[in-house]
């Protein structure tokens, strides 16, 4: 008998096409193990219920109107039941309320929609809430999340980490020049202003290292030191190549974890590694087990340590070459939004 070809999964994401945040890393691998993938552009949707111009898209964005809202939920369905995929990715920041989701269900009795949780669990909204029983799957980026999570309703929690986007980071971009004296530095920090941020960088600028920033003005705008923040902040953020360019020239990244993330890896945890840079990175008790000290980043645990150890990396230039090595090596094997995807439909009950 001939064997039949395996059909493969459809995955719908609410996400536009090509979006650089993690729908998008999602999108992008399962498109590349062979997923059938469709999107829909939630915002898009906001926008076309969305009155009184500019003025209304700006208020809604911070205060939901609930009939804007409602409107596009039942664009969501009618996308969804015109799709009909196997299974539906949503991210946190989606509106997608809990009676989109029973409707959802009812239309489509074999969808499987999964929550991609991505932010520390203070973020979570009463929509959000309300619907976690109605998910196949929380996938959350943070391991000791998963039994809050199912407290709170999920009936299946699941730990998937971050990863890394080689499509949207590769290591292998050209640098010119001019480039190299933009981005050259000790020192590099992508990333928006916290306060435990800023403290290191200025300790580590107090310390005599040429620190450079790039992020949005909040750096300048929300920092306590304006005049020194004008200095080192860069003027804009930076992504794609051009943040693999920037953290390639600097002799090595600093990635302070945001204080509410605690003890998880943020995303710039994986995306620095994935640029074959190395990183001083703050304490992250969650990941230090995969990825020891040497293993693509160095942890400090103090302001002290900050700044004896980014002393220690300046001074040892093949340490750091076999340090980013060594983190490029083991994120690509093992940590890439493709393993995420895989993981995620596995849980699922869908394979590629």
Same mark, same amino acid.
């Given at each position: 008998?001939?064997?039949v070809?395996?059909?493969?999964?459809?995955? #719908?994401?609410?996400?536009?096409?090509?979006?650089?945040?993690?729908?998008?890393?999602?999108?992008r691998?399962?498109?590349?193990?062979?997923?059938?993938?469709c999107?829909?552009?939630?915002?898009?949707? $906001?926008?076309?219920?969305?009155?009184?111009?500019?003025?209304?898209?700006?208020?809604?964005?911070?205060?939901? +109107?609930?009939?804007?809202?409602?409107?596009?939920?039942r664009?969501?369905?009618?996308?969804?039941?015109?799709?009909?995929?196997?299974?539906?990715?949503v991210?946190?920041?989606?509106?997608?309320?809990?009676?989109?989701?029973?409707?959802?269900?009812?239309? %489509?009795p074999? +969808?499987?929609?999964?929550?991609?949780?991505?932010?520390? #669990? $203070?973020?979570?909204?009463?929509?959000?809430l309300?619907a976690l029983? %109605?998910?196949?799957l929380v996938?959350?980026?943070?391991?000791?999340?998963?039994?809050?999570?199912?407290k709170?309703?999920?009936?299946?929690?699941?730990?998937?980490?971050?990863?890394a986007?080689?499509?949207?980071?590769?290591?292998?971009?050209?640098?010119?020049?001019?480039? *190299?004296?933009?981005y050259?530095?000790?020192?590099?920090?992508?990333?928006?202003p916290?306060?435990?941020?800023?403290?290191?960088?200025?300790a %580590?600028?107090?310390?005599?290292?040429?620190?450079?920033?790039?992020?949005?003005?909040?750096?300048?705008r929300?920092?306590?030191?304006?005049?020194?923040?004008?200095?080192?902040?860069?003027?804009?953020?930076?992504?794609?190549?051009?943040?693999?360019?920037?953290?390639?020239?600097?002799?090595?990244?600093?990635?302070? $974890?945001?204080?509410?993330?605690?003890?998880?890896?943020? #995303?710039?945890?994986?995306?620095?590694?994935?640029?074959?840079?190395?990183?001083?990175?703050?304490?992250?008790?969650? #990941?230090?087990?995969?990825?020891?000290?040497?293993t693509? +980043?160095?942890?400090?645990?103090? *302001?002290?340590?900050?700044?004896?150890?980014?002393?220690?990396?300046?001074d040892?230039?093949?340490?750091?070459?076999?340090?980013?090595?060594?983190?490029?090596?083991?994120? %690509?094997?093992?940590?890439?939004?493709?393993?995420?995807?895989?993981?995620?439909?596995?849980e699922?009950?869908?394979?590629?």
């Amino acid at each position: 008998m001939t064997p039949v070809a395996k059909t493969p999964p459809r995955v #719908m994401l609410v996400a536009p096409r090509g979006e650089p945040g993690l729908l998008g890393s999602y999108g992008r691998a399962l498109e590349r193990l062979g997923a059938d993938v469709c999107y829909w552009d939630e915002q898009a949707a $906001i926008g076309r219920s969305v009155r009184l111009g500019g003025l209304g898209r700006r208020f809604n964005a911070f205060v939901p +109107v609930a009939p804007w809202e409602a409107r596009a939920n039942r664009e969501f369905i009618v996308a969804a039941r015109a799709e009909c995929p196997d299974a539906i990715l949503v991210a946190a920041s989606a509106r997608i309320d809990a009676g989109a989701l029973g409707q959802l269900r009812a239309a %489509l009795p074999a +969808v499987r929609p999964v929550l991609v949780w991505p932010d520390p #669990m $203070i973020n979570l909204r009463q929509p959000t809430l309300a619907a976690l029983p %109605l998910y196949d799957l929380v996938a959350t980026y943070s391991e000791r999340s998963v039994e809050s999570f199912k407290k709170l309703g999920a009936r299946n929690a699941q730990w998937v980490p971050f990863a890394a986007d080689p499509d949207l980071f590769p290591a292998d971009v050209s640098t010119t020049t001019e480039q *190299e004296r933009r981005y050259a530095c000790d020192v590099i920090f992508v990333g928006n202003p916290r306060p435990e941020r800023e403290r290191a960088v200025l300790a %580590l600028l107090e310390r005599g290292l040429d620190v450079k920033v790039w992020g949005t003005s909040d750096w300048v705008r929300s920092t306590t030191d304006r005049a020194r923040a004008r200095r080192y902040w860069q003027g804009s953020p930076v992504f794609g190549e051009d943040f693999v360019r920037a953290n390639r020239c600097a002799r090595f990244a600093l990635n302070v $974890i945001d204080d509410t993330n605690y003890p998880a890896a943020n #995303m710039r945890f994986f995306e620095t590694m994935a640029c074959r840079a190395p990183a001083l990175v703050s304490s992250c008790p969650e #990941m230090e087990g995969e990825f020891p000290e040497g293993t693509g +980043v160095a942890y400090f645990h103090s *302001e002290a340590e900050l700044l004896s150890k980014a002393v220690a990396l300046l001074d040892d230039v093949e340490g750091r070459q076999r340090m980013a090595e060594k983190g490029y090596e083991r994120v %690509l094997a093992r940590h890439t939004y493709q393993h995420r995807a895989r993981q995620v439909l596995a849980e699922i009950g869908l394979e590629l």
